[in-house]
């Protein structure tokens, strides 16, 4: 067996076991175990939670003491305990929780997955640029074949998600044992644990533009989160008026979201494109505003005739989601420096995944509990809310951060070779 095809099936399972739950969970909390919006947004801000500080508490075990394959497969096999834990769990103070531990181990396995992915290539002597994409790829193909199986075994509103997600977490944890060893670093520069939290990194907000930078990706961090944490909930919904109740929209809700990956992957493509034509500041722009229009689409869409805006809304989050975080990503390196250059994309990590995802799932699920009224939520309401909130952000934006950047061929370079995890 080629190690290439062995790494791809390692970045396969790695996000087939997130797309297992990630974007169906909410479902079940609200269909099933009726949680509240709060309390669903609670569980989705673990993600954030965990991103502040453990995948730079394990990147710095992995460096100093323990083989990251080795580190990767024990985080894999206490991510399946959990998931398999959370799957007997009804209650809302039981579950989080396991959820909050389940998300300190597996947000590290992220970087991990590329770490070992990059270490064995190198191994091997491959070509990590030429490589390493069409290998990735094959993750965000995981995530979707997950999200799919689970729609199409109706268990969207069923805990046997959860079991899915752990049988494949068991599986990639034993499988890492297997790969090329990835030993401790023995020399060289070693990052320390604030180094790898970006925190180093602050003194960039001595300077205006960083400053309005970083707080807007906080801002669309919290964008992010919001409808991977209230989409499919969204969808099912419809199921209560009897119009949609046999929709294609509300039977195969994980189908349908399941356009924004094929989305995200296609609008990767397009980004050196945009970049090499508007320029960083521009990019970051056209996202924003395509926030504007995948919560307004949600507001105005319906799984009946209305069910080209929900197919437009899925397809305008590609833009939405890459456009600002590899435009941004280009951005941190350009204006940083060498340094401090790793802490400062660390940094940029830990406000967008971090907290900005921590305070999208806290503040939206607190707006879903504002308009929702014994047990019925005004979805439109709700999605005109966000929509409003990035509209704000959008114009606010260019008119404090000044930037003018026109990208050299090298900067379109690198982000071709950016990949990026689905979401």
Request: contains cysteine.
């Amino acid at each position: 067996m080629s190690i290439k095809f062995r790494l791809t099936l390692m970045n396969f399972l790695q996000f087939f076991i997130w797309g297992s739950w990630l974007i169906s969970l909410n479902v079940y909390l609200d269909k099933t175990l009726h949680f509240t919006g709060g309390q669903i947004g609670s569980i989705y801000a673990t993600m954030g939670v965990a991103s502040l500080f453990m995948p730079a508490l394990l990147g710095i075990v992995a460096d100093k003491w323990i083989n990251t394959e080795r580190v990767f497969g024990i985080c894999h096999i206490l991510g399946g305990i959990l998931l398999y834990k959370a799957s007997t769990e009804t209650t809302f103070n039981s579950l989080y929780p396991i959820m909050l531990l389940n998300t300190m181990v597996y947000m590290p396995t992220i970087a991990l997955n590329n770490t070992v992915s990059y270490e064995v290539l190198e191994q091997k002597n491959f070509n990590i640029v030429k490589d390493f994409p069409p290998i990735r790829v094959w993750g965000t193909v995981g995530f979707i074949v997950a999200m799919w199986m689970v729609d199409l075994a109706g268990f969207n509103n069923s805990a046997l998600q959860l079991y899915i997600s752990s049988a494949a977490s068991f599986l990639l944890g034993i499988y890492a044992f297997t790969m090329p060893s990835c030993k401790p670093k023995k020399s060289g520069e070693r990052k320390t644990f604030i180094s790898s939290l970006g925190l180093d990194a602050f003194v960039l907000f001595k300077k205006r533009k960083m400053v309005v930078f970083f707080i807007f990706a906080m801002f669309l961090g919290a964008a992010l989160q919001i409808t991977n944490t209230f989409g499919g909930a969204f969808l099912t919904d419809f199921g209560s008026q009897k119009i949609y109740a046999d929709s294609f929209a509300v039977k195969h809700p994980g189908i349908l979201i399941s356009i924004s990956q094929v989305s995200e992957t296609l609008f990767i493509l397009a980004i050196p494109f945009f970049l090499q034509k508007f320029g960083i500041k521009k990019v970051m722009l056209m996202s924003i505003f395509a926030w504007v229009l995948r919560f307004g689409l949600f507001g105005i869409g319906d799984p009946g005739t209305g069910l080209p805006l929900l197919i437009l809304s899925m397809i305008v989050y590609g833009m939405a989601f890459d456009f600002f975080n590899i435009s941004g990503s280009l951005f941190v390196e350009k204006e940083t420096d060498i340094k401090i250059r790793a802490s400062a994309q660390g940094l940029f990590m830990v406000m967008t995944n971090g907290i900005g995802a921590y305070l999208g799932g806290v503040i939206s699920g607190w707006v879903v509990d504002q308009f929702t009224s014994n047990e019925v939520k005004d979805w439109r309401s709700i999605w005109f809310s966000f929509a409003a909130y990035a509209l704000v952000l959008g114009i606010i934006f260019p008119l404090v951060f000044k930037y003018k950047h026109m990208p050299s061929a090298k900067e379109i370079g690198k982000a071709e070779a950016i990949e990026m995890t689905p979401h």
